[in-house]
């Protein structure tokens, strides 16, 4: 028996778990429509069969938009935008959330806000350097204080 598989066996259900507490928590982002086909997959246990027959979709529609959903709610970059929110007017975020968290396209986009393509193109494009600018400090900032605080446990850490 290869111990490795065994030993790996319940940590891939305890992220599994929590990538699933994360989902839930973040579907409150979205637009109530794309909310209740998640939460009717993940929640309510429907097929993808029966939400297809609901949504008027082939089964294999309803996979294609709960994974790529779920794939955008599981990435952070709209949630560090909305934390670090006061470096960002409005209309960044309006956009931000319309890319990173609806995975619409720059032209939908600048239609729905009046925008015109190159705006919306070159706002995500600074968006897109702002987030690596800022993983990059937290990365940073995470080392220093991991390299600091060595010996320090929290409550947390225990």
Not at 37 to 54: D, F, M, P, Q, V
């Amino acid at each position: 028996m290869d111990m490795d598989k065994v030993n790996s066996e319940p940590k891939k259900s305890v992220l599994l778990a929590e990538q699933v507490e994360l989902l839930q928590w973040r579907m409150e982002l979205l637009a109530p429509r794309d909310r209740v086909l998640l939460e009717a997959y993940y929640r309510g246990n429907l097929s993808l069969r029966k939400l297809g027959w609901l949504c008027g979709l082939s089964e294999c529609a309803v996979a294609q938009r709960i994974e790529k959903m779920s794939l955008r709610l599981l990435k952070k970059d709209y949630i560090t935008i909305l934390r670090y929110k006061k470096g960002i007017n409005p209309k960044q975020r309006r956009v931000a959330y319309d890319h990173f968290l609806l995975g619409l396209g720059y032209q939908t986009i600048a239609d729905r806000h009046k925008l015109s393509y190159h705006i919306v193109r070159k706002t995500i494009k600074s968006l897109k350097q702002w987030l690596s600018a800022t993983e990059a400090e937290e990365t940073t900032y995470k080392h220093i204080k991991g390299e600091k605080n060595d010996n320090v446990h929290t409550r947390k850490d225990l």
